[in-house]
């Protein structure tokens, strides 16, 4: 018995079958006041409501599915739904990474939104065997999957025709990330994305840490969709993956966001172009002491609450708008990188 919880079962049995709880404790290596704690339950549904949000969503942690009691308009301790977890065994189990550390950073960062999209291919397969390849595409400032498309395979000119829709639709960025596929550097496709002004950025062979955000969409997309769903046949899959790709956007709090969804995030910084307020999309926090922070209504102390955007949302906006409002700097910037 390892853990203090198995430990204060088994003093529980010793005292039942005759043991003072003196001695139980001091067997079990526990102290009495340990062993005579009851935990007081409340009796709100929070922890009920915890434990749904994490069979509903199997592989978020206790921290996003805090974020999502939040979006809710409960006001939870972080500490108790780590605590329910615990206790419920609900903790997600993740297989540690070797991580090789290199030093540098990673080349033509993107400052603002629309300036860096990232591309980049997901396989997986049907119960019947039918081959699944996925083409991920998405905005590396603020985090939205802008297309999943499916097929059973990729030419060059496809891949054109879907970067085709999403210009028309999104605008051009000012690069497009990606590794040295053959449906990537495909001559024909260089000399179109040339035509339209997006420059292409390739990183080098095995260096997968210079294309982070492709990488770790595609780690959260076999996460939580591919390895949670088994497709009977290829339209099925397309259909399954949409659907996700969707309640990415638009429900699943990121923590690189400040826990806003991706969408909201976008907006948020549409709006502050435009002037507007941005309206936040968690409460209050009232024990959040943030700069940004207004004071909390009718309470007497100190703290402030949380009001969103966070301190991180707030200091990717800060930098959104100085490189908006300066466009030739990272241009320039990421043209001498490009020429080292």
């Known amino acids: 018995m390892n853990g203090a919880s198995q430990r204060k079962e088994g003093a529980a ?49 206790h921290r996003r599915v805090w974020a999502l009691l939040r979006r809710l308009q409960l006001l939870v301790n972080l500490k ?73 395979s990729f030419k060059a000119e496809e891949v054109m025709q879907v970067l085709k829709r999403l210009f028309q639709t999104r605008g051009w960025p000012g690069f497009l990330r990606s590794d040295n596929g053959p449906e990537f550097i495909a001559h024909d496709l260089q000399v179109w994305l040339m035509a339209t002004g997006a420059q292409t950025f390739y ?62 995030f976008r907006c948020t910084i549409e709006l502050a172009q435009l002037g507007l307020p941005a309206s936040g999309a968690l409460p209050p926090d009232p024990r959040d002491l943030s700069l940004w922070a207004p004071p909390v209504e009718g309470n007497t102390t100190t703290e ?13 906006i800060s930098e959104a708008f100085a490189a908006l409002q300066n466009p030739a700097t990272p241009a320039l910037h990421n043209q001498a990188t490009c020429e080292a």
């Open 80 to 152: 108790r739904v780590h605590r329910v977890f615990k206790v419920h065994g609900l903790q997600v189990r993740r297989r540690p990474k070797k991580r090789l550390r290199t030093g540098q950073t990673v080349p033509m960062k993107s400052g603002y939104p629309n300036q860096v999209w990232s591309y980049d291919f997901v396989h997986d397969s049907c119960l019947n065997g039918d081959v699944v390849k996925c083409l991920t595409l998405t905005d590396e400032f603020t985090k939205e999957a802008l297309t999943i498309e499916v097929a059973s």
């Open 203 to 264: 990183i080098p062979p095995g260096s997968p840490w210079a294309n982070g955000v492709a990488e770790s969409f595609n780690s959260k997309f076999r996460d939580e969709c591919l390895n949670m769903e088994a497709f009977s046949s290829l339209a099925e899959a397309k259909v399954v993956i949409e659907a996700w790709r969707c309640r990415y956007n638009q429900e699943r709090p990121h923590s690189s966001l400040g826990y806003l969804t991706p969408t909201e």
């Open 304 to 316: 402030k609450a949380r009001a969103f955007p966070l301190a991180n949302t707030v200091r990717c």
């Open 13 to 61: 049995y010793l005292t039942a079958t005759g043991f003072s709880q003196r001695r139980a404790s001091r067997v079990m290596g526990l102290s009495r006041s340990y062993v005579r704690y009851t935990r007081r339950v409340k009796l709100d549904g929070v922890d009920e409501r915890i434990v749904q949000l994490a069979h509903a969503n199997p592989r978020y942690g």
